[in-house]
T-cell receptor, first 114, second 110 residues
Framework: KAGVTQTPRYLIKTRGQQVTLSCSPISGHRSVSWYQQTPGQGLQFLFEYFSETQRNKGNFPGRFSGRQFSNSRSEMNVSTLELGDSALYLC?????????????FGPGTRLTVL | QQPVQSPQAVILREGEDAVINCSSSKALYSVHWYRQKHGEAPVFLMILLKGGEQKGHEKISASFNEKKQQSSLYLTASQLSYSGTYFCGTESTGTDKLIFGTGTRLQVFP
């Protein structure tokens, strides 16, 4: 069974640009969550999607948005990039939604904003 | 809302034991534990649910004290492969959302 895949693995952007990250969950998993990981901050929850609907959202500005497609693949978009957006962005999939289920993480997308 | 983990870092020699704590200011429904090795994705260790029993496998186990809103991860007779950053994730009652702590970095030396 293939694991969670994320593309691209690395991105370099400049301030003000926008970026789209992609996540393909494990086959059969319908829930996808996104996290931002920075040194010292741990894993900061961005949002969770289940069956194409956003179920939960973290405390991030509106520049961070996401969506989920009918095949459960998810994309995350960050507009008007800031230097502080430089981070590892991880997505995780689980069979069903909610905080009681094991999450399977992808390898992440390393975003650098110059 | 973010759970607090302690200690922030632990240095061990092979064979020594360690305890990592995770505490929340809110009533908890579940606690997750994950380990992330350098340059890799976090990997699931275990989930503890409210009303559930202590869990563990091999030499890694965990407990969940609902009244104190705390969980502890126990690593017994540590091995080099235990090195990494350990994260607890907590789901507060009624939120259905998993929030992670800032992590505890564990290093095991021969």
């Amino acid at each position: 069974k293939a694991g969670v895949t994320q593309t691209p693995r690395y991105l370099i952007k400049t301030r003000g640009q926008q970026v789209t990250l992609s996540c393909s969950p494990i086959s059969g998993h319908r829930s996808v969550s996104w996290y931002q990981q920075t040194p010292g901050q741990g894993l900061q929850f961005l949002f969770e999607y289940f069956s194409e609907t956003q179920r939960n959202k973290g405390n991030f500005p509106g520049r961070f948005s996401g969506r989920q497609f009918s095949n459960s693949r998810s994309e995350m978009n960050v507009s008007t990039l800031e230097l502080g957006d430089s981070a590892l962005y991880l997505c995780a999939s689980s069979f069903i939604a909610g905080g009681q289920n094991e999450q399977f993480f992808g390898p992440g997308t390393r975003l650098t904003v110059l | 809302q973010q759970p607090v983990q302690s200690p922030q870092a632990v240095i061990l020699r092979e064979g020594e034991d360690a305890v990592i704590n995770c505490s929340s200011s809110k009533a908890l429904y579940s606690v997750h534990w994950y380990r992330q090795k350098h340059g890799e994705a976090p990997v699931f260790l275990m989930i503890l649910l409210k009303g559930g029993e202590q869990k563990g496998h091999e030499k890694i186990s965990a407990s969940f004290n609902e009244k104190k809103q705390q969980s502890s991860l126990y690593l017994t007779a540590s091995q080099l492969s235990y090195s990494g950053t350990y994260f607890c994730g907590t789901e507060s009652t009624g939120t259905d959302k998993l929030i992670f702590g800032t992590g505890t970095r564990l290093q095991v030396f021969p």
